[in-house]
T-cell receptor, first 112, second 114 residues
Framework: GESVGLHLPTLSVQEGDNSIINCAYSNSASDYFIWYKQESGKGPQFIIDIRSNMDKRQGQRVTVLLNKTVKHLSLQIAATQPGDSAVYFCAETSGGSYIPTFGRGTSLIVHP | DSGVTQTPKHLITATGQRVTLRCSPRSGDLSVYWYQQSLDQGLQFLIQYYNGEERAKGNILERFSAQQFPDLHSELNLSSLELGDSALYFC?????????????FGQGTRLTVV
């Protein structure tokens, strides 16, 4: 099937900076997108989601942007903290499926 | 703590062997999902059970099988193990059929096949 992928495998930032993690998807029928955070030794944890009828959604310190024209998704983390260090995955569903297809992940490293 | 419990945390076994991974979902959750996470394939959906019935199937090998019991816990059976089966195996659970924002993941079982 079609896949979800990530532009950057590793992102290093300084504490306090804003982080942007990007994700490209290939399925034009994708209608629901999710970002997960996976800390070392733990399972993925839901961060934020967005439906295809929206182009922006904000949470606490996080914002997801969706550009359907170029099939691009991004996760913005404001004032990045050392506790944000983790692997971030984007995922998508399409065609009435309730099971997300995961991208390969980006490792975010926050330097104090 | 997500409330999803997986045992064992670590498992080392030899090629050709069979293992069983166990998952206890969050209280009240009817769906259980199994995922495989390997270095070269990322997180791959294997199978979903809902209230004891198989609901969705992903990239699950014929050597693998799963079931969900009346108390809603689930087991993933991996047989004729190969080196390439070494991976993290995650279980997730949700109240209904949706595995997006509504699903919570366990901490995983790390399987090493030697």
């Amino acid at each position: 099937g079609e896949s979800v992928g990530l532009h950057l495998p590793t992102l290093s930032v300084q504490e306090g900076d804003n982080s942007i993690i990007n994700c490209a998807y290939s399925n034009s029928a994708s209608d629901y997108f999710i970002w997960y955070k996976q800390e070392s030794g733990k399972g993925p944890q839901f961060i934020i989601d967005i439906r295809s009828n929206m182009d922006k959604r904000q949470g606490q310190r996080v914002t997801v942007l969706l550009n359907k024209t170029v099939k691009h998704l991004s996760l913005q983390i404001a004032a990045t903290q050392p506790g944000d260090s983790a692997v971030y995955f984007c995922a998508e569903t399409s065609g009435g499926s309730y099971i997300p297809t995961f991208g390969r992940g980006t490792s975010l490293i926050v330097h104090p | 703590d997500s409330g999803v419990t997986q045992t064992p945390k670590h498992l080392i076994t030899a090629t050709g062997q069979r293992v069983t991974l166990r998952c206890s979902p969050r209280s009240g959750d009817l769906s259980v999902y199994w995922y495989q996470q390997s270095l070269d394939q990322g997180l791959q959906f294997l199978i979903q059970y809902y209230n004891g019935e198989e609901r969705a199937k992903g990239n699950i090998l014929e050597r693998f099988s799963a079931q969900q019991f009346p108390d809603l816990h689930s087991e993933l059976n991996l047989s004729s193990l190969e080196l390439g089966d070494s991976a993290l195996y995650f279980c997730a659970s949700s109240v209904g059929l949706k595995a997006g924002a509504e699903a919570f993941f366990g901490q995983g079982t790390r399987l090493t096949v030697v």
